[in-house]
């Protein structure tokens, strides 16, 4: 197994966290790239060409606050946790996945089944064993409708899906889904979703993350 143990919360960062806006450290290698080619279909549907682009850049920032982590399967989980919304009806993502008790809605589990299915399939022609794979499945599964990590490289994952929604561009898609002006998104964000992180170096990304962005937006002002 390459996953390890859950630190207790917030998990104390052994390395080094970088707050930077997260522009200056797109992903890094071509490591992934044949993993990217295989779910360009997928990455289509809810904004993922944007939402795990972004996710990817935070997860490797994560890993470098975490060494200690297997930092191959937190990017590879990254890049497929949400490929499964390419796969059920989009006409109702918006309508059932972002309104409500959306943590238990039917849409957010399926995507979630069709995600582990994706994984499945995807990465064993690309040479991952079938260990690695059911690790990023049990990390897929879940990782919506579920409030508990299993792992360190399960939280780490977790977070980095967080944080791309402190980002502006996260900020502009993300409000409109769940039909707020930028502004009380943000101020959600700051009450709601900062303390579901899981990492001392997550919560420090997006709070700077996040005053930069009501910096930019105005959303002192603009309310």
Not at 40 to 58: G, Q, Y
Not at 163 to 185: C, E, N, Q, S, V
Request: proline fraction near 6%; include cysteine; charged fraction near 25%.
């Amino acid at each position: 197994m390459t996953t390890h143990p859950l630190p207790p919360i917030p998990i104390a960062a052994s390395g080094t966290i970088d707050t930077s806006p997260i522009a200056l450290s797109p992903a890094s290698g071509v490591e992934l790239d044949p993993i990217w080619a295989s779910i360009v279909p997928e990455t289509r549907a809810r904004a993922n060409d944007i939402h795990l682009p972004v996710s990817l850049a935070f997860a490797e920032r994560l890993v470098v606050a975490h060494p200690e982590a297997d930092a191959l399967l937190v990017r590879v989980a990254i890049v497929l946790h949400d490929a499964g919304w390419g796969r059920v009806d989009e006409s109702r993502i918006l309508s059932e996945g972002f309104s409500g008790d959306w943590r238990k809605a039917a849409i957010r589990f399926e995507h979630e089944k069709q995600g582990c299915e994706i994984a499945r399939e995807v990465l064993p022609p690309l040479g991952y064993d079938e260990e690695f794979v059911e690790e990023v499945v049990a990390i897929i599964d879940g990782h919506d409708t579920r409030r508990e990590a299993h792992s360190l490289e399960d939280a780490l994952m977790r977070d980095a899906d967080r944080l791309w929604r402190f980002d502006h561009a996260g900020i502009a898609l993300a409000a409109g889904w769940f039909k707020m002006d930028p502004a009380t998104y943000c101020s959600r964000l700051r009450s709601a979703i900062i303390p579901e992180l899981l990492t001392q170096a997550g919560i420090e990304m997006a709070l700077a993350c996040l005053d930069r962005s009501e910096a930019l937006l105005k959303t002192d002002i603009i309310r």
